[in-house]
């Protein structure tokens, strides 16, 4: 167990939807991490956030946003779903900016219908 | 522009000695990672080097040459336990991780 949590664990839509999915990070953890994985992909980083403000963007769609609250959790949402997004999305956090010991989330399993 | 190469795919049998390599080309560089994904689960991690030369860790090394743009992570005794994804991930200037497609180890009694 890492001690980041994500919610909820799998989650089937349909497309042109809109879904949310959460992370909490470990207790004492600064940056939160959003990673796209496709079927037998690589990871595909999403953005980062630290201690509530946008730090990273890689290659994160115009369809999809997230925020981190001052709690230190975060939300990725995903909306006008489509097939393609179907994947399992990652959240994973580490205490610095940098990525030093990043600890992963078990996941969410998006399936698009 | 930042790129990774790691074999799709490699094969190895039980008790044996296997070998992964990578390179990568990145925008500065500030170490790099190795994690273990199996299929369906997270990535956990599995050693970081920045500086040249041997990390040991149990069964498993990662040796890094940033002249050279290379590390490989070394499996020994190998387990059925072993059979997974290895990512290879340096960090770039910007401390971002630069993440590899992987390569998948399928071990055999």
């Known amino acids: 167990d890492s001690g980041v949590t994500q919610t909820p664990k799998h989650l089937i839509t349909a497309t042109g939807q809109r879904v949310t999915l959460r992370c909490s990070p470990r207790?004492?953890?600064?940056?939160v991490y959003w990673y796209q994985q496709s079927l037998d992909q690589g990871l595909q980083f999403l953005i980062q956030?630290?201690?509530?403000?946008?730090?990273a963007k890689g290659n994160i769609l115009e369809r999809f946003s997230a925020q981190q609250f001052p709690d230190l959790h975060s939300e990725l949402n995903l909306s006008s779903l489509e097939l393609g997004d179907s994947a399992l999305y990652f959240c994973?956090?580490?205490?610095?900016?940098?990525?030093?010991?990043?600890?992963f989330g078990p996941g969410t399993r998006l399936t698009v219908t | 522009g930042q790129n990774i190469d790691q074999p799709t795919e490699m094969t190895a049998t039980e008790g044996a000695i296997v070998q992964i390599n990578c390179t990568y080309q990145?925008?500065?560089?500030?170490?790099l990672f190795w994690y273990q994904q199996h299929a369906g689960e997270a990535p956990t991690f599995l050693s970081y080097?920045?500086l040249d030369g041997l990390e040991e860790k149990g069964r498993f090394s990662s040796f890094l040459s940033r002249s050279k743009g290379y590390s490989y992570l070394l499996l020994k005794e190998l387990q059925m336990k072993d059979s997974a994804s290895y990512l290879c991930?340096?960090?770039?200037?910007?401390?971002?991780?630069?993440w590899g497609a992987g390569t998948k180890l399928i071990i055999k009694p």
């Open positions: 994973a956090s580490s205490v610095t900016v940098a990525p030093y010991e990043q600890y």
């Open positions: 080097n920045v």
């Open positions: 991930a340096p960090m770039d200037s910007n401390y971002q991780l630069i």
């Open positions: 956030y630290y201690n509530g403000e946008e730090r």
């Open positions: 990145t925008s500065g560089f500030n170490g």
């Open positions: 207790s004492g953890d600064l940056s």
